[in-house]
C-alpha cells in the first residue's frame, strides 16, 4: 500500500519521545549529503549504504521470525533479495507484515531462496557473490536443533564469503543482554542467561566477538551488530529507540527495519557499533528521511 512503514504513524508519533517528534520534523534532505561524515569504524574502506531500490541484498535466517520480515520490507522497499534457507519452503510471510496473508508463501520476481546450510561454507560462498550490496544475518534456533556453536560457525562462513565477493556491508541481530550489554537486560532475562540459556549466549557473544573482537575476522567490515530487546510479532510500529539503559521488548518487525536501514540509510549512525534497541524508552533513532528510498519505503 501506499501507507509507508518508514514514517511513524499517527499514533505512534504520538507516543514517541519528544525529542524524536523533534528530531521527525526538523529531518531534511541535507542529511543525506552529510554521509561522508558519518562516523565508520576507522580501519574500514568507506563504501557508502546502497538505496533500497538499488540493493540486493542476502538475508541469512530469513526464514526465521526476523529474517522474514527483512525479507518482506526489503521486497518492498523495491530490493532484491536472496535467502538461504535449509528449508525453502519455510520461507512464508511473516505474521507482523504479513498482516492476512500470514503463513503464506512469498513469492515475488525479486526474491530468490536457495537451499542451503549457514553452516556450509560452500553454501554460503554460492550466494554472497561480488554483486551483493549488503547481508542481515538473523540466526537463531534452538541448542538441541542447531548445535552448540552455529551462530558462531555460519556467521564466520558468512565473513569469509563477505570478504571474499568484497561485500562490506552487514547487519547482525544478536540479543540484548550479549557482550557488553549483560547489564541492559532485565532481571529475568539475566537469570535465564546464567541458567538454560548459557550456550546460546556463549554462541551469541562468541558471534559478536567475530566483528568486536580486536583480532575479529569481521572487524573491518561495516558491520551494525544489532541486540534487540524482546522480541515481539506485532506490525512495525516505527518507533525503535537505542537504549543505554534496561531495555525493553521490540517488534520483530521493527528489529527488521533498523537492520535495513543499517544496508540501505547513508547516514545510519551506528556502522561500527552494537545498539540495543527497544521500542520502550531510550532516544529514538530517526531514520533519514532525504533518502529517496526511504520515502517509497
Known amino acids: ?35 561522508a561524515f558519518s562516523p565508520r569504524v576507522a580501519s574500514a574502506t568507506v563504501a557508502a549504504a546502497t538505496p533500497a531500490e538499488q540493493s540486493n541484498i542476502v538475508v541469512i535466517g530469513g526464514t526465521g521470525g526476523t529474517g522474514a520480515e527483512c525479507v518482506v520490507q526489503a521486497l518492498k522497499r523495491g530490493a532484491k533479495v536472496t535467502v538461504l534457507a535449509r528449508t525453502p519452503s519455510k520461507m512464508v510471510q511473516p505474521p507482523g507484515s504479513g498482516g492476512a496473508d500470514e503463513g503464506k508463501p512469498i513469492s515475488d520476481p525479486n526474491l530468490t531462496v536457495v537451499q542451503g546450510d549457514v553452516c556450509n561454507a560452500a553454501d554460503v560462498a554460492k550466494i554472497i557473490t561480488g554483486d551483493v550490496t549488503g547481508v542481515v544475518v538473523s540466526l537463531g534456533g534452538k541448542t538441541k536443533d542447531v548445535g552448540k556453536t552455529m551462530l558462531t560457525d555460519g556467521t564466520l562462513n558468512v565473513i569469509n564469503a563477505m570478504k571474499k565477493a568484497d561485500v562490506r556491508r552487514v ?46 575476522p569481521g572487524r573491518d567490515l561495516e558491520f551494525c551488530i544489532v541486540r534487540p530487546g524482546g522480541l515481539g510479532t506485532g506490525p512495525p510500529t516505527g518507533v525503535i529507540n537505542v537504549i543505554d539503559g534496561e531495555a525493553g521488548s521490540i517488534a520483530r518487525a521493527d528489529v527488521a527495519d533498523f537492520c535495513l536501514g543499517a544496508l540501505f540509510e547513508s547516514a545510519f549512525p551506528y556502522i561500527g557499533k552494537a545498539p540495543c534497541i527497544s521500542s520502550v524508552g531510550g532516544t529514538s533513532w530517526v531514520k533519514d528521511r532525504g533518502d529517496k528510498g526511504m520515502m517509497e519505503a
Open 171 to 216: 547487519a547482525v541481530v544478536t540479543s540484548i543482554g550479549a557482550g557488553d550489554s549483560a547489564d541492559q537486560a532485565p532481571l529475568v532475562f539475566r537469570i535465564l542467561m546464567s541458567t538454560v540459556m548459557r550456550s546460546i549466549f556463549t554462541d551469541k557473544n562468541n558471534q559478536e566477538q567475530l566483528f568486536l573482537g580486536p583480532a575479529g
Open 1 to 35: 500500500g501506499v501507507h509507508s512503514h518508514a514514517t511513524m504513524s499517527a499514533a505512534a508519533l504520538s507516543s514517541a519521545p519528544l525529542a524524536a517528534r523533534a528530531c521527525v520534523a526538523s529531518a531534511k534532505p541535507l542529511r543525506a549529503r552529510k554521509a
